[in-house]
Each structure stands twice: as structure tokens, then as C-alpha cells.
């Protein structure tokens, strides 16, 4: 129950373009990669690298142009379709008509998991939305959407959890009890989770690996482990390792961001 619970993800030759032959946007090159059962892997790339376009294969929201995809034995789509993986995409897609606790309700429904009032009160509770149980998506801030998101996909309880710049529209004060709060929850539960974040200390404290990106079509430049304990308190925030491993991936950034620059020093 709990193997099944961390599957990895395997990636053999996935490449994406769109577009028709002639106008074709290659956004992601041929890519090899295993993300292990219960670890959290952060992506971070230059904007328009690919990331979202990764993510969304590996959700079976979009099929790759070439190779495949598996999750543990299953395929993204049908893993997807039984709700074993949740997404909370930047754009948080709230029903418009259901309130917080029907949303987060929808999340757990959708995974087929059991009622659970207690267990909704709680993610709620824990997202920082206790009080705007009732409310609906238009009456919330961007932030509140987001998080409200975040607390849906929590819900289903997924064996793979994807994570599209989860915090990009919420505050900093609100973003840092978010890292501080949200890991010990997927990783009680063993959850594989892949997170695409901007921040590069949000992805060193968050992940178990950090995949550095290169500009379109992404590929990995760099592949960064992150051997930080757990939780990762004020002490570890504090480290030289810490900080150590944030500047190994503002470097990798840099110089496959910013290739000539670094080839003309
Ligand atoms: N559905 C689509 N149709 C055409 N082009 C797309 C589509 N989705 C993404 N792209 C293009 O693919 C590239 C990578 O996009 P995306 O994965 O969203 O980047 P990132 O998330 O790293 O910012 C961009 O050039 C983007 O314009
Ligand atoms: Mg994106």
C-alpha cells in the first residue's frame, strides 16, 4: 500500500512542439529522466523555458510529440483519470459556483475518498482561508484562489502532486508559513511532488532536487541534489549548506541563461 503510494516517474525521450511544420515551437527537447517514488523535485528554468509544457505531460493533460511517459506501471492519463495525481496550476481553476469547503469537498470527491468534514475544516484551516469556508471564488483575492487550489488538490489525497508556481500570487508573510507548513503534509503522506517555482530558495527549501532548466526547449542543464534535513527549520534556512546549494542553482541559471556573457569573461 505504501510502495504504491510513491511511484516514480519515468521520462524516456519526451519532446514537445506545437505548432504546424515551418512554425513549429520546439518547447521541449528530448528528455531522459526518472523523478524517484516520494521525493520533491523542484524545476526552475528561465520564463518560456518549458516548464509548464513539462508539467502538463507529466499531468496527462497534453500528450508529448515524441517517447513516453510512465507513473510507476500506469500512464499519466490513466493515473490522472483516477485521480491518483492533483494539479494546482498558477491559474487556480476554482469551480465558480461552489464555495471554498464545495471546492475542496469536489477534490476529495473526485479521488473518491470518503466525506470528511474534519478533514476539509482542517486543509482549509491550514491554507489560512478558516472563516471564508462559505465564500466563493469572486469574492476571495488571487491569493486566497491560490491557496484555496492548493487546499483542493491536498484534498484527494494524490499519490502525485504538481505544483505550477503555487505561491506566485500570494504575499511573501503568506508564502513563507506556506513553505514552512505545506511539505510535512505531502510528505506524511510519501506523495511524489513536482514543483515549478521562480524562486530559487523557495525550490532548495522545498525540494529533495532541484532540475535546472535551459532555455527553449528545455532540457535538464543542471541536476542538483539537495541533501538538507528535514523539516527544514530556521537553523537549516540559516546553514552555509543552504546557501551553498541556492547559489549552485542561481549558478546553473546563469550560465545557460546567459551562455555568451559567461563564454566572453
Ligand atoms: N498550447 C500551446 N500552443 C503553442 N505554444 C505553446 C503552447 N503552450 C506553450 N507554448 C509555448 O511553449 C513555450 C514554453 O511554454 P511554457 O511551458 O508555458 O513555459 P514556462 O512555463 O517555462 O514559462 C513557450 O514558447 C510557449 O509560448
Ligand atoms: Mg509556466
Known amino acids: 500500500m505504501r510502495m504504491s503510494a510513491r511511484p516514480d516517474i519515468r521520462l524516456e525521450g519526451v519532446a514537445k512542439s506545437f505548432g504546424a511544420a515551418g512554425r513549429r515551437i520546439e518547447a521541449v527537447a528530448p528528455v531522459d529522466l526518472v523523478l524517484a517514488g516520494g521525493q520533491m523535485t523542484a524545476l526552475v528554468g528561465p520564463s518560456g523555458c518549458g516548464k509548464s509544457t513539462l508539467l502538463r505531460l507529466i499531468a496527462g493533460l497534453d500528450a508529448p510529440t515524441e517517447g513516453r511517459i510512465s507513473i510507476g506501471a500506469e500512464t499519466p492519463d490513466a493515473l490522472r483519470r483516477r485521480a491518483g495525481l492533483a494539479v494546482a496550476f498558477q491559474d487556480a481553476a476554482l469551480l465558480p459556483w461552489r464555495t471554498v469547503e464545495g471546492n475542496v469537498a469536489l477534490g476529495r470527491a473526485l479521488a473518491r475518498k470518503p466525506r470528511d468534514p474534519r478533514a476539509i475544516r482542517d486543509l482549509i484551516a491550514l491554507v489560512g482561508l478558516s472563516g471564508f469556508g462559505r465564500r466563493r471564488p469572486a469574492e476571495l483575492s488571487g491569493g486566497m484562489r491560490q491557496r484555496a487550489a492548493i487546499a483542493r488538490a491536498l484534498a484527494g489525497e494524490p499519490d502525485l502532486l504538481l505544483l505550477d508556481e503555487p505561491f506566485a500570487a500570494v504575499d511573501a508573510l503568506t508564502r513563507d508559513r506556506l513553505n514552512a507548513e505545506l511539505p510535512p ?81
Open 185 to 265: 503534509l505531502w510528505e506524511a503522506r510519501g506523495a511524489t511532488s513536482v514543483l515549478v517555482t521562480h524562486s530559487v530558495a523557495e525550490a532548495v527549501r522545498l525540494s529533495d532536487r532541484v532540475l535546472v532548466l535551459t532555455p527553449r526547449p528545455a532540457r535538464v542543464a543542471a541536476d542538483i541534489a539537495v541533501p538538507l534535513p528535514h523539516p527544514r527549520n530556521a537553523d537549516v534556512l540559516a546553514s552555509e549548506d543552504f546557501r551553498a546549494l541556492c547559489s549552485d542553482v542561481t549558478e546553473a541559471l546563469r550560465v545557460h541563461q546567459f551562455p555568451q556573457s559567461v563564454a566572453a569573461q
